[in-house]
């Protein structure tokens, strides 16, 4: 399987929006439902975005079932699954705290052994219960691809800062054993992880960032993501281009598109004109 | 290299100790928490040394500096030990739930020249700083009300029995002392502390012992007026989101953690800002960090106080200090709110 080179992302359909309150707002009243998001989906599609790198929030196991409905409207479309939809865990570890967010999230075989108080085996097995929450979030994309599934950033940094590095490898292997996928991870820091999955054994990771010409949450800063971007041991996503918006969209493309070494690019936007011109655009700078 | 220890191993716990643990300047010698299913997987998957009894792991580990993020109740006894044994403190706001007890501390940290800070972190977003830094320099002309709003879904259900910490009025919780008070802080940050609570309104939603929204009116000693709204139980937003509004006599500014819009009276000019309005963005005003998690804020935070303890030349940002004059009008609203 190889990584796609221009892929479709999600933030604008759940009223993420790094610079304004306002637009999140606005785009989360666009796309209360499924078709309005399908219909943005089938833009990218048709301008030749096979890719929906998408958070495993609820709203897309809808999206999935229309695509596993329609297998010859959307025969190459493929998901790339961003787990966990972490605010869904956050906020109910305010709520009910961690054992009981675990609880309520986790399939049959982790609820039975935390209600007969086996704590002891869930501690020994930190990797089967992370298995179980692996599976949970994946069960929404049941019949359609998935060639690749991501840790999301606040995951994949978190064991960065805990120096639970192991953890990322048993992300990789699991999700290859058991989804023949391969794993991504999305990350605020970059030339960190590369080194940390490289020593994990991981060759040519997958990994994704944000990549922006104004340094926008780039750990190392520029200079340093450019330099290990063109080491090229590391199939490198740049994401958050336009950091938000803050950079005009053509210099923004223009000068990311230059970078040496860089493999993908993820962009997400709602309007079909916006779609078309950003692929274009792409195309045009890459050869593709 | 400072050898810090960890208190309490829960949702802010857990993020500080990757935060402090990605920073090159320091050493995690010790994690406590009361919660065995955390502090094995801790020892067993982490490696790192694990404690249940936090008098123990001082003896033990011997730390120079402290996290601590337990149970509001907890954190004036917990802080106390640690500046006693010597060790700089950085404590989960609030401070304590009575500000006699914060007085006590920062006098306790002061004498003993110790590092003493409070999670306060939205005094370390980029947007609220430039707010703060346009109204200290008369951008907007005289500031005649203050405006804080906090928003957030943590309880969105009715619950029959308290399930942590966070719904039991003893321990601390409730919206009050988890919501309100970063929006005191900040208002008291971006502005001044109010010289008088004039009333306040603690509202239950879904809870039963706690309340899940603070409404209060402040008065500042320049004349001005303050207004705080914080609300829990509001499914609306997708994650916690903070906006304060000041209205001066030529402008007015209104601030969230992305976006800072300015609005500037005819003929009115302050440096790149003319008169209608202009926004800012976090893009361009946040400082990078060396290691990012969750929210810059969360980093710089950590840095400051490691700066701090090493006796770099940083700003002193969020102290027990501060944190006791929060804790204060934190108290007023409680007394009113009661009625």
């Known amino acids: ?288 | 290299m400072v050898k810090l220890a960890l208190i309490g191993a829960g949702k802010m716990g857990l993020s500080h100790f990757a935060i402090s643990s990605a920073h090159p300047d320091v050493e995690i010698v010790g994690v406590c928490d009361n919660a065995t299913y955390l502090t094995s997987v801790i020892s067993k998957h982490l490696g790192f040394s694990t404690y249940s009894d936090y008098k123990k792991m001082f003896k033990e580990a011997r730390p120079d500096a402290v996290i601590i993020s337990t149970p509001n109740s907890t954190h004036f006894d917990l802080a106390k030990f640690a500046l006693e044994q010597g060790a700089h403190v950085f404590l989960e706001k609030p401070l304590c739930l009575d500000p006699a007890q914060g007085r006590t501390l920062f006098e306790i940290a002061s004498a003993k020249n110790l590092v003493n800070q409070v999670g306060y972190h939205n005094r370390f977003i980029g947007t609220f700083q430039e707010m703060k830094r346009l109204i200290a320099a008369g951008a907007i002309g005289e500031v005649y009300h203050l405006e804080g709003k906090a928003y957030g879904q943590v309880v969105i259900r009715p619950s029959k029995s308290a399930s942590t910490w966070r719904s039991k009025k003893s321990e601390g919780g409730g919206c009050l002392h988890d919501y309100a008070c970063h929006v005191v802080d900040l208002m008291n940050y971006i502005g001044e502390t109010p010289s008088k609570v004039r009333s306040a309104q603690l509202q239950s939603i879904f809870s039963a012992d706690i309340e899940d929204a603070v409404f209060a009116n402040f008065e500042y000693a320049s004349g001005a007026t303050g207004y705080l709204e914080a609300n829990w139980s509001d499914q609306s937003v997708r994650k916690m989101s903070t906006t304060i509004t000041a209205y001066g006599k030529q402008g007015k500014i209104i601030t969230d953690r992305q976006e800072m819009r300015v609005y500037l009276t005819p003929g009115t000019t302050f440096e790149d800002y003319e008169d209608g309005w202009k926004s800012k963005y976090i893009t361009e005003l946040q400082a990078p960090v060396n290691f990012y998690m969750r929210g810059e804020e969360y980093s710089a935070q950590i840095d400051q106080f490691i700066d701090n303890i090493l006796g770099r030349d940083v700003k002193v940002e969020s102290t027990f200090q501060t944190a006791t004059a929060t804790d204060e009008v934190i108290e007023q609203i409680a007394n009113l709110g009661k009625g």
């Open chain 1, 1 to 288: 399987m190889s990584l796609q080179r221009v892929l479709f992302g999600d933030n604008q359909f759940f009223g993420v929006n790094h610079m304004s309150e306002d637009k999140a707002r606005a785009q989360s009243m666009r796309f209360r439902d499924a078709q309005s998001i399908m219909k943005v989906l089938d833009d990218a599609y048709d301008a030749g975005i096979k890719v929906f790198m998408c958070t495993t929030y609820d709203r897309v196991g809808e999206i999935a079932e229309i695509v596993k409905a329609n297998p010859t409207r959307y025969p190459d479309f493929e998901f790339y699954p961003c787990m966990p939809y972490a605010h869904k865990y956050a906020n109910s570890v305010g709520e009910v705290g961690i054992l009981e967010t675990l609880k309520r999230f986790s399939p049959q075989g982790v609820m039975s052994t935390l209600l007969t108080g086996a704590m002891s085996a869930i501690t020994q097995d930190v990797n089967k219960m992370l298995r179980m929450l692996v599976d949970a979030e994946m069960k929404r994309f049941e019949g359609v691809k998935t060639p690749i599934i991501f840790l999301q950033n606040v995951i994949t940094d978190l064991i960065l800062g805990l120096k639970g590095y192991k953890f990322l490898g048993e992300f990789h292997k699991y999700v290859k054993e058991k989804y023949n996928a391969e794993a991504g991870f999305i990350t605020m820091n970059l030339p960190l992880l590369i080194d940390v999955l490289h020593e994990q054994g991981i060759e040519n990771p997958i990994v994704c960032a944000n990549v922006n010409k104004i340094g926008f949450r780039m750990c190392g800063g520029v200079d340093k993501y450019v330099e290990t971007i063109a080491r090229n041991d590391a199939r490198v996503i740049a994401m958050s281009v336009l950091a938000s918006g803050a950079i005009p969209p053509k210099e923004a493309i223009e000068w990311v598109c230059g970078l040496e070494g860089l493999d993908s690019i993820v962009f997400g936007a709602s309007s079909k004109s916006n779609i078309v011109q950003t692929k274009t655009l792409i195309d045009e700078l890459w050869n593709l």
